[in-house]
């Protein structure tokens, strides 16, 4: 069981930015998995907000956040979510979601929370 864990989320005023941060239990889902950043806010369905196939580097974006986050990883593992430009409506609980994928044929966005078996706890992203 792949455990994951969020960091970095808080307040920020509109036009700023955050970096999320995720980080995996098992390193072993780094080498071929699709990594994604998840956001649900109060009454509204969970949605992906960027996702990323760590075997090709693969990126992927929905139109929301297209050119204002940026979604990467280092060669520790790490998964980051760079968030610029920020607007009230990024504002959101936060989570982090991966599983394994030898193709990473179905890592892109849109993506069904259905795709991933394991999610991270989540971490608060207010815009004001």
């Known amino acids: 069981h792949v455990q994951l864990v969020e960091s970095g989320g808080g307040s920020v005023q509109t036009g700023g930015s955050l970096k999320l941060s995720c980080v995996a239990s098992d390193e072993g889902v780094y080498g071929s998995a699709c990594m994604a950043w998840f956001r649900q806010a109060p009454g509204q369905k969970r949605e992906a907000v960027a996702a990323l196939y760590t075997a090709g580097d693969s990126t992927f974006y929905a139109d929301s956040v297209k050119g204002r986050f940026t979604i990467s990883q280092d060669r520790g593992g790490t998964v980051y979510l760079q968030m610029d430009s920020l607007r009230p409506e990024d504002t959101a609980m936060y989570y982090c979601?991966?599983?394994?994928?030898?193709?990473?044929?179905?890592?892109?966005?849109?993506?069904?929370?259905?795709?991933?078996?394991?999610w991270g706890q989540g971490t608060q992203v207010t815009v004001s």
């Open positions: 979601a991966s599983d394994y994928t030898y193709s990473g044929s179905w890592c892109h966005l849109p993506a069904a929370t259905s795709n991933f078996r394991y």
